[in-house]
């Protein structure tokens, strides 16, 4: 039975649903007894560049991570904004270099304003970078990875798949765009080996090992919540934003894994909808395996260089955005931290 706090944000669902997939949210994000050992974290392109950076400043409370087209940690920070493009891959023979990315989250983990960088090397890491990407290019991704191994993450804990035909997207195995496609909504059908490529199950099954098969009808339900409690207007957040809970994680007591997945830009609910939320199929891996999936928002604002809607992986919220003291960055640790709290 959902505990008395859950219980009227669950009923509400009936609601959300008759709205196709529009409500307020009114209410606060809920206190689920999540399981604080099993986070973990994943997004696309901008979305990527934030999780490698919630990753890397919460290392000590994150399991993993799954990056889709996302540059190493704190490339902006240290090269600047006006070298974004390095950062994304676009200057050719120039990639980012992760030696220097990597020097500098030392001095940051050595000031304390990240978790120390010894909690990488327990992480499972899935990256991913299409051959096809014209957005962030795979030498800015292999940066990434390169990152990784300068933390000594061990081989055998980092998936990298770079040799998927697929553009600038999150890959499902049926739903969105043509493989190559670098075009909104940013969610695209590949097949590997003539099987759809199921992404939201590959890399959590990367991070948490072995899953059951991912539900091919929800159980559970979608939970607009108010963002406004964890971060101002003025953090680019979204009022609002959305909480996958499966029935088996509504029950008093439960201890679910927690996955944060992060859309990209012009990517929000604003701007495609649900499509993220419902179509990219975290929520099937995650009903079947005690799973919630938590989908932060950000919009398009008039702060600089946030037009098109990205989380900020360039500064745009003031230079401790890469930290845990980053308005985006603390907010989403907050809304994990509720979801870990016995309610």
């Known amino acids: 039975m959902a505990s008395p706090r859950v219980f009227p944000l669950l009923c509400a ?40 950076q919630y990753q890397v400043a919460f290392s000590a409370s994150v399991k993993g991570a799954g990056i889709v087209a996302g540059g190493p940690y704190y490339c902006a920070g240290v090269l600047g904004y006006s070298a974004a493009a390095i950062c994304m891959g676009m200057v050719p023979f120039m990639p980012p270099n992760p030696q220097v990315m990597w020097s500098a989250a030392q001095a940051l983990a050595s000031a304390g304003e990240i978790d120390p ?26 940066a990434t990875v390169g990152f990784f191994k300068l933390a000594e993450v061990p081989d055998a804990s980092i998936r990298y798949v770079n040799n998927v035909p697929s553009g600038h997207a999150l890959i499902t195995p049926k739903f969105g765009n043509a493989c190559p496609a670098n075009a909104a909504p940013y969610i695209s059908h590949c097949a590997v080996q003539g099987t759809g490529y199921d992404q939201a199950g590959a890399l959590l099954q990367q991070i948490y090992g072995k899953l ?41 007591g439960s201890s679910c894994k927690v996955h944060v997945a992060l859309h990209g830009c012009e990517q929000s609910a604003k701007v495609v909808g649900n499509e993220f939320y419902t179509d990219t199929g975290y929520n099937n891996w995650a009903d079947s ?38 308005v985006q960055m603390a907010a989403i640790k907050a809304m994990v931290d509720r979801l870990t709290t016995k309610p």
């Open 212 to 252: 059951l098969p991912a539900a091919k009808t929800l159980s559970g339900n979608i939970v607009a919540f108010n963002q406004r409690e964890f971060a101002s207007a003025s953090s680019g957040l979204a009022d609002d934003a959305y909480l996958y809970v499966p029935k088996s994680c509504s029950q008093a």
């Open 289 to 326: 395996n005690q799973m919630l999936v938590l989908y932060p928002q950000v919009n398009a604002s008039n702060l600089p260089f946030n037009p098109k809607g990205c989380w900020d992986w360039v500064g745009y919220t003031g230079p401790a955005y890469a930290t845990k003291a980053g």
């Open 117 to 142: 960088l010894a909690g990488l090397k327990n992480q499972q890491i899935y990256v991913f970078s299409g051959t096809k990407d014209t957005v962030v290019y795979q030498q800015a991704v292999d």
């Open 13 to 52: 669902v009936s609601l959300w649903a008759a709205l196709g997939g529009t409500a307020e949210a009114a209410a606060p994000l809920p206190a689920l007894h999540g399981d604080p050992g099993q986070t973990s974290v994943s997004g696309l392109s901008s979305g990527a560049f934030m999780a490698v």
